[in-house]
């Protein structure tokens, strides 16, 4: 099995319904040969009956294809709040969020998500608050740092939760 082949094929067949239910792929992972997972989403958030027409849509192109082993299991789901975002979309609906970026080059950056278009994000650094003592001692607090990354520059990025 091609796993690119099977990605794309998905992608393809999902395309029309994506649209007409004005929601979007976000990844589609294939593991241990038989395990295909398929995370959708929408800028309001994705229903269970969402997901299940996807399956369903995805299991009739899959089933008989010869691409897949016949013993196959197919999850669609969303993305979830630990998996990291992928796609500009994603991004752009969690403006004012606060991300945690991990850069290809090592560079990691929490911060608040300002802006996201289709290249790239913009993000202002979260600063550690500066203890009382350095305060009375007249330590000033630096402004905080505004980051531009590009997409591809991301290895990593995922929201920060706090409870």
Not at 35 to 44: G, L, Y
Not at 84 to 110: A, C, F, M, S, W
Not at 128 to 134: F, L
Not at 138 to 145: D, F, I, S
Request: charged share 35%; with cysteine.
């Amino acid at each position: 099995m091609d796993q690119e082949i099977v990605k794309q094929k998905i992608a393809e067949w999902l395309q029309p319904l994506l649209e007409e239910k004005n929601l979007f792929l976000v990844d589609v992972r294939i593991s241990m040969g038989r395990k295909i997972e398929v995370f959708a989403d929408s800028d309001t958030g994705i229903t269970i009956e969402e997901c299940a027409l996807i399956s369903r849509l995805v299991e009739s192109h899959l089933d008989g294809s010869g691409l897949v082993p016949d013993n196959y299991i197919l999850d669609s789901s969303s993305p979830g709040m630990t998996n990291g975002l992928k796609v500009p979309r994603q991004y752009k609906k969690r403006i004012g969020r606060v991300l945690e970026v991990d850069k290809n080059d090592g560079t990691h950056i929490d911060g608040t998500l300002l802006e996201a278009n289709d290249e790239q994000i913009k993000l202002q650094e979260i600063k550690a608050e500066i203890k009382k003592k350095d305060k009375k001692k007249g330590v000033k607090e630096e402004e905080p740092k505004e980051y531009v990354v590009k997409y591809n520059d991301i290895k990593k990025a995922v929201l920060q939760f706090k409870f």
